[in-house]
Nanobody, 125 residues
Framework: VQLQAYGGGLVQAGGSLRLSCAAS????????MAWFRQAPDAEREFVAA?????????YYTDSVKGRFTISRGNAKNSVFLQMNSLKPEDSAVYYC??????????????????WGQGTLVTVSS
C-alpha cells in the first residue's frame, strides 16, 4: 500500500488548510488511518485518527481538538484533515499513516504499517 499526502503549504495564523491522503496499491483491505506530524528537532507526534475498520470513530490530540477534523474520503482508505484556526505551533511535516491498529495503539506511530511521504505545513505569525 502506498500513501500519497498532499495539501500542505504556507498560511497565516488563524487560517485554514485541508490535507488529503489517498492509498494506492493493495487496497483491498480496510485500514485505520491517522495523521502524525513532526516539527524540526521534535519527535513525531499523533494528531488525529479515524478507525475505518470499526465504524469510523475519530480521535484527536488535545492541542487540535475543536480546530482540526479528520474525515474519510469517498475512495477506500482515503482521509482528509481539515485544519482551522491554525497556529504557528502547528507548523510541521504532516504524515498520513495506515494500519490495522487496535484501539489501544491508535495514537502509537509504531502501530501503523504504511506511511505517506509527508507534506509541509508552515503557519506564519
Amino acid at each position: 500500500v502506498q500513501l500519497q499526502a498532499y495539501g500542505g503549504g504556507l498560511v497565516q495564523a488563524g487560517g485554514s488548510l485541508r490535507l488529503s491522503c489517498a492509498a494506492s496499491g493493495r487496497t483491498g483491505d480496510t485500514y485505520n488511518m491517522a495523521w502524525f506530524r513532526q516539527a524540526p528537532d521534535a519527535e513525531r507526534e499523533f494528531v488525529a485518527a479515524v478507525r475505518l475498520m470499526s465504524g469510523g470513530r475519530t480521535y484527536y490530540t488535545d492541542s487540535v481538538k475543536g480546530r482540526f477534523t479528520i474525515s474519510r474520503g469517498n475512495a477506500k482508505n482515503s482521509v482528509f484533515l481539515q485544519m482551522n484556526s491554525l497556529k504557528p505551533e502547528d507548523s510541521a511535516v504532516y504524515y498520513c499513516a495506515a494500519g490495522k491498529t487496535i484501539l489501544s495503539t491508535t495514537r502509537d506511530s509504531s502501530a501503523y504499517e504504511f506511511w505517506g511521504q509527508g507534506t509541509l505545513v508552515t503557519v506564519s505569525s
